[in-house]
């Protein structure tokens, strides 16, 4: 069992930066695909970043380049820091662990085990 809790969500204009986080209880957090999806009401939840227990990592096209996921194995969290924000990446943020890490983001929500209660992030322009 895994239980995640996530921080660091709020409001920015656009242009801005904010370091979401994910905190993980366990003691098998380095066997896990750890990923970002999000998710505005009344659309598709929509992954964003995943990153193995090795580091490697996988982004979705519309935030390459702009944000970046990391992990922390020692500390149990990893983080999406958020950069050159747009309005559109408006939604609320899950942190996710997964079984097994998949190339492509929207692949991983198959393999989600464990989900965060979501974090709000709102970008206005």
């Known amino acids: 069992q895994v239980h995640l809790v996530e921080s660091g969500g709020g409001s920015v204009q656009a242009g801005g930066s904010l370091r979401l986080s994910c905190a993980a209880d366990g003691d098998t957090y380095s066997a896990y695909c750890m990923g970002w999806f999000r998710q505005v009401p009344g659309k598709e939840r929509e992954g964003v970043a995943n990153i193995a227990g090795d580091g490697g990592t996988s982004y979705a096209d519309s935030v390459k380049g702009r944000f970046t996921i990391s992990r922390d194995n020692a500390n149990n969290v990893h983080f999406l820091q958020m950069n050159a924000l747009k309005a559109e990446d408006t939604a609320i943020y899950y942190c996710?662990?997964?079984?097994?890490?998949?190339?492509?983001?929207?692949?991983?929500?198959?393999?989600?085990?464990?989900w965060g209660q979501g974090t709000q992030v709102a970008v206005s322009s």
């Open positions: 996710a662990a997964a079984s097994t890490c998949t190339e492509t983001v929207q692949g991983l929500d198959a393999w989600v085990e464990y």
